[in-house]
């Protein structure tokens, strides 16, 4: 039997985002960030089929994308899977578009627990816990297909792990378009082009290291500062996915889009370990299923449409190409050679992946 009543509005306030009453234990509510008192309204169980009370949540997850990114439309599909994977017992609210706050803001709230879920860059992640450089690693998948099913590789769950000093659990991988580059007045067709051309990248050092060594000087950037960097001529272009590059309308501001994907880019989906380590183990293993769902329906869909979003960009007046890989390979040995050394997970990663 449902037992959701009504929250209060002084709870609501209070921004607690997860509730649960224990099975058999008196009525004790505890949130991620603060006790709730049994008896405020705020009834968070619902009964099973053996008559015991199971726990019911409400989380919040944020992410730096626009709703119509796919991003976003995987943390709906995580949302819809929670709902009907749990019964009804786990509910999310989803905060888009840096409502949140920078990603640095997010990871903080994650940690402190006041946010239970959050998509975050494994190019942001690089600079607090450098093994997450290794998804950086240039041309290591052929494929979104081939970088979804690394998900599941040793190497990718210890890369996980290594938040866990930072009192985050990393919980799985989300892919969606991969790294391409966007000019606003060139068009770039080979590395030797990039001279003297100021191009934003997520600030992270892999990824400045990558365009530096191709000869371009690098602008780091947060997303939501993008669009009128390149407009004002702050920048001469950038390192972007083609969902972005719909999503947030460069093609408004950059006339050529050269399709490289050089670099897959995965939203590191993260917990609060607070959050996580107070749940049941049934109820993480929902969560942990539901965002696997939700992570091959975000590859498996955006793998398909890769030529539809060319065509998007195409049909906006801007020039889309491509530019071979074998151009890059001097950067890509740049690459291994650098960052392989830094760290063993990052050598294991380009070891495991490097065809
Ligand atoms: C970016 O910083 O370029 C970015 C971040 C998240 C999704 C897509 C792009």
Redesign the pocket.
């Known amino acids: 039997m449902k037992k959701w009543k009504k929250w209060g509005t002084t709870l609501l306030a209070a921004s607690l985002t997860i509730v649960m009453t224990a099975a058999c234990g008196g009525g004790g509510s505890t949130t991620s960030s603060q006790p709730a008192a049994s008896g405020t309204g705020a009834s968070g169980a619902e009964e099973s089929a053996a008559g015991q009370e199971k726990p019911t949540y409400s989380f919040k997850l944020a992410h730096?994308?626009a709703p119509d990114?796919m991003?976003h439309k995987a943390a709906e599909k995580f949302k819809e899977e929670l709902d009907k994977r749990s019964d009804g017992r786990m509910k999310l609210d989803i905060y888009p578009s840096s409502q949140l706050g920078t990603e640095a803001d997010m990871v903080q709230q994650i940690g402190a627990g006041s946010v239970d879920f959050g998509l975050i860059?494994a190019?942001y992640l690089s600079s607090r816990s450098p093994s997450f450089a290794a998804w950086l690693t240039p041309y290591a998948f052929k494929d979104l297909h081939e970088a979804n099913e690394a998900r599941s590789a040793e190497v990718s769950k210890k890369i996980l792990a290594t938040l866990e000093e930072q009192g985050l659990v990393g919980l799985d991988y989300l892919f969606?378009g991969q790294r391409v580059m966007l000019f606003k007045d060139r068009e770039v067709l080979k590395p030797e082009d990039m001279a003297g051309l100021k191009l934003r990248v997520?600030p992270s050092p892999p990824l400045t290291d990558f365009y530096q060594s191709l000869g371009a000087s690098t602008e780091g950037l947060?997303?939501p500062e993008v669009y009128s960097a390149v407009q004002t001529g702050v920048i001469d272009g950038m390192?972007?996915?083609l969902?972005?590059a719909i999503t947030n309308k460069y093609d408004e501001v950059v006339k050529y889009g050269a399709v490289t994907n050089h670099m897959v880019?995965p939203a590191v989906v993260m917990a609060s370990k607070s959050t996580f380590d107070s749940m049941p183990e049934e109820d993480r293993q929902i969560v942990r299923d539901a965002i696997a769902a939700a992570a091959d329906y975000s590859a498996t869909t955006r793998a398909g449409q890769e030529e539809e979003f060319k065509k998007t960009l195409s049909d906006r007046g801007m020039k889309i190409y491509e530019i071979d890989p074998a151009l890059f390979s001097a950067q890509i040995k740049a690459y291994d050679e650098k960052y392989g050394p830094t760290d063993p997970l990052i050598q294991e990663f380009i070891d495991t992946f490097r065809k």
């Open positions: 730096i994308t990114h991003w860059t190019a969606a997520t947060p997303l390192d972007m996915d969902d972005a880019w």
